[in-house]
């Protein structure tokens, strides 16, 4: 049986990600590795560090050491960590939004990025230049934050009002962008009122894990 690890960065994800692991990918066995100060961290800082970048290295490689056949990164703020971490593991590294940029540069030439935390905004960004640079494809990208509605999640526990406060961004996003991108997993919430927008909104959790899928089975076929 093949064997995933999924570093977490907030317990509000993991009734989120489990669930899909079990269903996409039956066949593994899932761990998870929870650190939600690196959140935290993130949040104050307002990007990532190099502390965290050494405690994401950390964590992957005592991932691999634990049998891991592949280490699946759900904050989609962890970008360079993981960066870092590819030099120093030799299994596979997915980040939660691979497979959502992907679709994403398909499916348009300008890109919204809707987030509730800053942190994620840049990484984000960067990811979707690199996959359509590799694809050979001019995008131009823009970013949306929804300033306060993280804390309304997190600490509130509101998420109605949460995901409002999204929306209310998201109906701005979309007279000026061709598709939306949501750039961390926690907003999945708003998945029942995405129809109200005219454009396509991508969230990242299933088409994540989907990558997942792909990239462990394609390696295990090699």
């Not at 039956?26 to 939600?36: F, G, K, R, T, Y």
């Not at 634990?66 to 980040?95: H, N, W, Y």
């Amino acid at each position: 049986m093949k064997k995933i690890v999924i570093l977490q960065t907030s317990m509000v994800s993991f009734d989120t990600f489990n669930p899909l692991f079990r269903e996409i990918i039956p066949e593994a066995q899932i761990s998870n590795l929870v650190d939600e100060d690196l959140l935290d961290t993130l949040n104050r800082n307002r990007g990532i560090t190099p502390s965290i970048i050494q405690r994401l290295a950390q964590y992957c490689v005592a991932a691999e050491a634990a049998g891991a056949d592949l280490i699946f990164s759900q904050c989609s703020s962890t970008r360079e960590g993981i960066e870092c971490a590819r030099k120093m593991t030799r299994i596979p590294l997915v980040m939660v939004d691979d497979g959502m940029t992907e679709k994403a540069v398909a499916l348009g030439t300008r890109i919204g990025v809707a987030a509730t935390a800053a942190a994620t905004l840049k990484p984000t960004a960067a990811a979707l230049a690199q996959v359509a640079a590799r694809a050979g494809k001019t995008v131009e990208i823009k970013t949306y934050l929804a300033d306060g509605a993280l804390d309304v999640l997190m600490k509130e526990k509101n998420r109605e009002k949460h995901d409002r406060l999204v929306l209310d961004l998201l109906k701005q996003a979309e007279r000026e962008n061709d598709v939306i991108v949501l750039a961390q997993g926690s907003m999945v919430t708003l998945e029942p009122y995405l129809p109200e927008i005219a454009i396509p909104v991508l969230t990242s959790p299933r088409l994540g894990v989907e990558k997942a899928r792909r990239v462990l089975f394609e390696r295990a076929a090699a």
